[in-house]
Structures are given as structure tokens and as C-alpha cells.
T-cell receptor, first 110, second 118 residues
Framework: RKEVEQDPGPFNVPEGATVAFNCTYS??????FFWYRQDCRKEPKLLMS???SGNEDGRFTAQLNRASQYISLLIRDSKLSDSATYLC???????????FGPGTRLSVLP | GAVVSQHPSWVICKSGTSVKIECRSL??????MFWYRQFPKQSLMLMAT?????????EQGVEKDKFLINHASLTLSTLTVTSAHPEDSSFYIC??????????????FGPGTRLTVT
């Protein structure tokens, strides 16, 4: 089993739709959690960190459930520019490398 | 914010030759740099962790004699793909760990190097 797993995708949604991404991780020692966005042929870029209390940044909402080892990302009112691959990333503790999920590709259609 | 550069951004080489990729932290000192590889439609896979002034730590399955890593200064790490073969064609991305920023986040990615071996 992979350490980080995500919805296989791809997701094709119309503009304005709400879309949710799911991620699970197997290592209970994981301490930090993130969502990254990767555009085609580009490096990953941090979208947002994920906190236990849940956090929101504009149209993006991230949730963490440590008991279930589950992370989610919700995008509301999706835009064409949201089309990308969304990567769930976990880090075990300070200084350790990131473990990337396989990513879920999103295409927002006009 | 912290900036990491990579050079070259893309390279095409013949099978059997060696290719060197540079990763630089431009405005901060990076005590640790990470090298990742990404094949088409797959996620990033960590190849090795490089600490300044010491030998790199390679992930299982990554040949250290084939992928030579040098981290001679706090702002530069290099990855040399020796005797490259077509199966080494991939997107190589480095990241650098610098000053602590947001809670738990302190790793900055370079723009990547696309290697094609013919």
C-alpha cells in the first residue's frame, strides 16, 4: 500500500462547480500536511497547509481528520485556471522529506 | 519568498553521455536539498537527500553511482546522471530547505529540468 493515496481522477467539471479531493495516509506518525498544485511540465507549488482545525483560503477549504488519517480539499466556484494536478503531501516530522501522493488531475471546462 | 533555480531547464543528450543538473538557492542558505524524479503521469519520487558538506542519502532503488550528487556549498547542489540511457528520461526537480516559514513548511522547489536521452 502506498503511504499517501488519492482519488485516481481525472475530474472534469464545469466552471462554477464545487469539487472535492480526498487523500489518505498510512503513517500515523505524519505531522504536517499540505496540498500542492502542479501545472503540466512545471514544479509543484504550495496551495495550502492543512491544519487540524481545518482552514480556508478564499475558494479553497482543507480539512484534516487525524483519527481517520484523511485529508480533503474543497474547491468552490471552480475557475478555468484551477485546472491542474492536485498533490496531497505529508511530512512525518520536522526535517524529513515530503511524501507525495500520486495526484488527482482536475480539468475545469468552460 | 525563497527562490530556487535549476539549470538547465531542459536538455537532450545521447545515450551513454553524462548530464549535470544544477540546483541553486538564490536568496537563502539551504543546508539540505532534495532531488526528485517525475515520470509522465506519475507523482514525484524522492531520489536522494543532500546535506551540505556530507554524502547524500539515497532512497532505496536509486543507484548512487549512477546519480552522483554533490552539495559543496550552502547554495548549490548538483545531480549528475552518468552514462544516461533512454529510461533515465524524466523530469528532475530539486527542492531546498531553508528558513522556517509557515508552520511545518520550509521546502522550496526549483522549476525542474526535463531530461531526454536519445
Amino acid at each position: 500500500r502506498k503511504e499517501v493515496e488519492q482519488d485516481p481522477g481525472p475530474f472534469n467539471v464545469p466552471e462554477g462547480a464545487t469539487v472535492a479531493f480526498n487523500c489518505t495516509y498510512s503513517n500515523s506518525a505524519s505531522q504536517s500536511f499540505f496540498w500542492y498544485r502542479q501545472d503540466c511540465r512545471k514544479e509543484p507549488k504550495l496551495l495550502m497547509s492543512v491544519y487540524s482545525s481545518g482552514n480556508e483560503d478564499g475558494r479553497f477549504t482543507a480539512q484534516l481528520n487525524r483519527a481517520s488519517q484523511y485529508i480533503s480539499l474543497l474547491i468552490r466556484d471552480s475557475k478555468l485556471s484551477d485546472s491542474a494536478t492536485y498533490l496531497c503531501v505529508v511530512k512525518r516530522d520536522y526535517g524529513q522529506n515530503f511524501v507525495f501522493g500520486p495526484g488527482t488531475r482536475l480539468s475545469v471546462l468552460p | 519568498g525563497a527562490v530556487v533555480s535549476q539549470h538547465p531547464s531542459w536538455v537532450i543528450c545521447k545515450s551513454g553521455t553524462s548530464v549535470k543538473i544544477e540546483c541553486r538557492s538564490l536568496d537563502f542558505q539551504a543546508t539540505t536539498m532534495f532531488w526528485y524524479r517525475q515520470f509522465p503521469k506519475q507523482s514525484l519520487m524522492l531520489m536522494a537527500t543532500s546535506n551540505e558538506g556530507s554524502k547524500a542519502t539515497y532512497e532505496q532503488g536509486v543507484e548512487k553511482d549512477k546519480f552522483l550528487i554533490n552539495h559543496a556549498s550552502l547554495t548549490l547542489s548538483t545531480l549528475t546522471v552518468t552514462s544516461a540511457h533512454p529510461e533515465d528520461s524524466s523530469f528532475y526537480i530539486c527542492s531546498a530547505r531553508g528558513p522556517v516559514g509557515l508552520a511545518g513548511y520550509e521546502q522550496y522547489f526549483g522549476p525542474g529540468t526535463r531530461l531526454t536521452v536519445t
